[in-house]
């Protein structure tokens, strides 16, 4: 094997992207390349990718408008869908009003995250006094700051929407219901990207291979079992379930034209709104 046939790649550890990433690491499908993979939380592989440093991410759809001029959107392999957006939460104690927030400080997971994004078109109507201090942590590390009293409220993502609960807290706004409310769109979470220079031929084949890799996925759940939980920091294997459920969806084996629909519509909507730069539509052609 040769340098030329590996590919470095980066993913988070949740069990949406070891899920769909299993067969196509494991060389259970058919492949230009191999993998070489790193795990990362999506405040990281957002950087990755402004930096230029790996070929192939999974990064938020937010932080798009930075990375393309170096990087193609991939049309699959990434998390849209419906019902599975960011929530705000709070202490159990706090206002259920959320011009409440006003002035207070919010734990997100990246500032550069589409869930930060939809967050701040939300806040832009519902908090018209403005947010206070915004810290970034580790999403895993969100709610038991808020549990704790470190910050006033926390924006969570992934599994956080089926174990939030169990920390004492309540959900002040889901962001997905207020994005889908807005829009009627599917919600866009988290995009796969390529490295344009790879070349047209290159970039179809990956495509193949992730779509591959998702199918085997959906056809032998067993397969990808181990190294689901393997990576799942200690999860619940029936939350990795409902994770995987929520966020592995027709719109990750082909983002189709709702899903599109509903990118051109998010970065278009924050560009107007003076938060992300302005992206031409043909800048996220698939090649």
């Known amino acids: 094997m040769t340098a030329a046939d590996v590919l470095k790649v980066a993913y988070s550890p949740c069990p949406n992207d070891t899920f769909v990433f299993h067969a196509w690491a494991h060389g259970l499908v058919p492949a230009p390349v191999v993998p070489e993979v790193t795990f990362a939380d999506i405040d990281i592989t957002n950087g990755m990718a402004e930096r230029g440093e790996l070929d192939l991410l999974k990064i938020s759809f937010a932080a798009l408008p930075w990375v393309l001029d ?39 997971p990246s500032e550069r995250s ?41 924006l969570v993502i992934h599994e956080a929407r089926f174990t939030y609960q169990q920390y004492g807290l309540r959900s002040l706004a889901d962001m997905g219901e207020a994005w889908e ?15 344009r220079d790879l070349g047209q031929d290159r970039l179809r084949q990956l495509a193949e291979a992730i779509r591959g890799s998702v199918r085997h996925a959906w056809a032998h759940p067993e397969d990808s079992r181990d190294y689901v939980l ?32 509903a990118v051109h519509g998010l970065l278009d909507r924050a560009a107007a709104a003076g938060l992300v730069p302005a992206v031409a539509p043909e800048a996220l052609a698939f090649p």
């Not at 419906?82 to 202490?91: A, E, H, I, S």
């Not at 807005?182 to 990207?193: F, H, K, N, S």
């Not at 393997?230 to 082909?254: G, K, R, S």
């Open 70 to 108: 170096e990087y193609t959107l991939l049309p699959c392999g990434g998390a849209l869908g419906r019902g599975c957006g960011p929530l705000v939460l709070t202490g159990p104690d706090a206002s259920a009003d959320p011009a409440e927030l006003a002035g207070k400080t919010v734990a997100v």
């Open 114 to 154: 589409t869930a930060y994004l939809l967050f701040r078109l939300w806040a832009a109507e519902a908090v018209p006094g403005g947010l206070g201090e915004i810290v970034v942590l580790p999403f895993h590390e969100i709610m038991p700051a808020v549990r704790d009293g470190k910050v006033d409220a926390g």
């Open 181 to 195: 409310a807005a829009t009627g769109l599917p919600i866009p979470l988290g995009a796969i990207i390529a490295r």
């Open 230 to 261: 393997a990576h799942a920091q200690e999860m619940d294997p029936a939350v990795a379930d409902q994770h995987i459920a929520l966020y592995v969806n027709e719109f990750t084996a082909d983002l189709g034209e709702a899903g599109y629909a």
